[in-house]
């Protein structure tokens, strides 16, 4: 099958390709999928995306103009796709929905571990031969409370390492699984958790009930001092409330895999460049937030486990065998 593959990366590139056998015919294309560069996808009957292309409506009915039928996600989230677009031109949609949960709940932890223990300041104070602690003071993870948010693949994971450092876990789910109560850990409201919590841990997808669900009112609803990490999508939080709550001293630490606006900024070069971002500006003065630009996915065996999957449903998609494909159903 002739594929177009946007916001190709070197490493989508070579992991593709490790795995293809020749199977398909990529075309690779560094540019992310808009309406601008939708013209490229001509002549493919495949276009393969990820997190930040925009599967806009305009963009699938340029899609279905070109002659597209199919749509393969190389990740586990969708909120990007306009499904019922989709559906509307019949252009089915397959994505990764498991690669590696372990990635990004490792990265969750190191997040954490970086801002308790201080680490991105010790760094540059021990290359500056600065070995004064203050300002370093971290606490013992053993013994407090992790409040995780979604407790699907990843969240499950991220449980099973926080149980492994002696903390206690509640959890938020709307659909509470069983494989985690057995692990012991207590289901709570919402409210509860916040109220509960030293570490809230972000692991929902986004939608419209989720969007910004981390606003001025549940942040006023959380331990004074809470750390929270989020490595899910970035419009879980509403950063300038978050802003507000770490200039109150209302949050003590935020982790941020992703961020709300990081559509035209993350995965690009703009070292040479003017942010324009003030509210990312501001965030990034503040020396309790760590954050990384969508990179907790990025694990060698995540790579590898993305593309076989993908190469899996491109075949599955070109045979017919909608059974072996991971088809996101229409709405
Ligand atoms: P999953 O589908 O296995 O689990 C999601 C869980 O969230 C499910 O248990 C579901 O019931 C629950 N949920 C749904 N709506 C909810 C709500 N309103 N409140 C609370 N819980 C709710 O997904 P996963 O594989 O664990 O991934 C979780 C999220 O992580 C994805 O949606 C994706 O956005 C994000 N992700 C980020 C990266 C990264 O590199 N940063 C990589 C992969 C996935």
Known sequence: MKVAVFSTKAYDETHLNKFN????????????????????????????????????T??????????????????????????NACAQHNIKVVRVPEYSPYAVAEHAVALMMDLNRNIHRAFSRVREHYYILDGL????????????????????CLIKIMLGFGCKVVAYDLYPSDEVKALGVDYRSLNDLYKLSDVISLHCPLNSDTH???????????????????????GLVDTVAVIEGLKTEQIGHLGLDVYEEETDLFFEDFSNTILQDDVFARLLTFSNVVITGHQAFFTREALDAISKVTLN?????????????????FP
């Open 212 to 234: 910004h669900m981390i606003n001025a009112a549940a942040l006023n609803k959380m331990k004074k001092g809470v750390m929270i990490i989020n490595t899910s999508r970035g």
């Open 21 to 56: 056998e020749g199977k398909h015919e990529f075309t690779y294309i560094p540019a992310r999928l808009t309406k601008l560069t939708a013209s490229l996808a001509d002549g493919h009957e495949a276009i393969c995306c990820f997190v930040n292309d925009q599967l806009s």
């Open 137 to 156: 003071l971290g606490f013992d993870m053993y013994g407090k409370t992790i409040g995780v948010i979604g407790t699907g693949k990843i969240g499950v």
């Open 313 to 329: 449903n491109l075949t599955a998609l070109e045979l017919g065998d909608l059974d072996k494909a991971c088809l996101i159903p």
């Open 58 to 83: 305009e963009c699938i009915e340029i899609m279905a103009n070109y002659g597209v039928q199919y749509i393969a996600m190389r990740c586990a989230g969708y909120n990007n796709v306009d499904l």
